[in-house]
């Protein structure tokens, strides 16, 4: 499985983004998807997660309310809506699926990542 990232860019904080991971092949409608992020010296961290259906999502409680995880099965995408950034959001945000059809913190597959930079 491939997945490939994108939506990333500079932007002020108060912005918004969309962010788009994309994946090959005909089992995507079978994973749990999720989005985490790495900022420069920190460990990456889970910040949105759907699983297979996009019935259950998780986020994680620095960005409830302003991130929104869905996904398209039908275009093999998930997306992540990203709202009233802030400059602690800069970070490379990388997708990420997982066979089991939920998020874990070692999921099977990940894309290459996008950047993500807010200023002040």
């Known amino acids: 499985v491939q997945l490939q990232a994108s939506g990333g860019g500079l932007v002020q904080a108060g912005d918004s983004l969309r962010l788009s991971c994309t994946a090959s092949?005909?089992?995507?409608?079978?994973?749990?998807m999720g989005w985490f992020r790495q900022a420069p010296g920190k460990e990456r961290e889970l910040v949105a997660a759907?699983?297979?259906?996009?019935?259950?999502?998780f986020y994680a409680d620095s960005v409830k309310g302003r991130f929104t995880i869905s996904r398209d099965n039908a275009k093999n995408t998930v997306y992540l809506q990203v709202n009233s950034l802030k400059p602690e959001d800069t970070a490379v945000y990388y997708c990420?699926?997982?066979?089991?059809?939920?998020?874990?913190?070692?999921?099977?597959?990940w894309g290459q990542g996008t950047q993500v930079t807010v200023s002040s």
């Open positions: 759907t699983n297979w259906s996009g019935g259950n999502t």
């Open positions: 990420a699926a997982d066979r089991s059809g939920y998020i874990s913190t070692y999921p099977d597959y």
């Open positions: 092949g005909r089992a995507f409608r079978s994973y749990g």
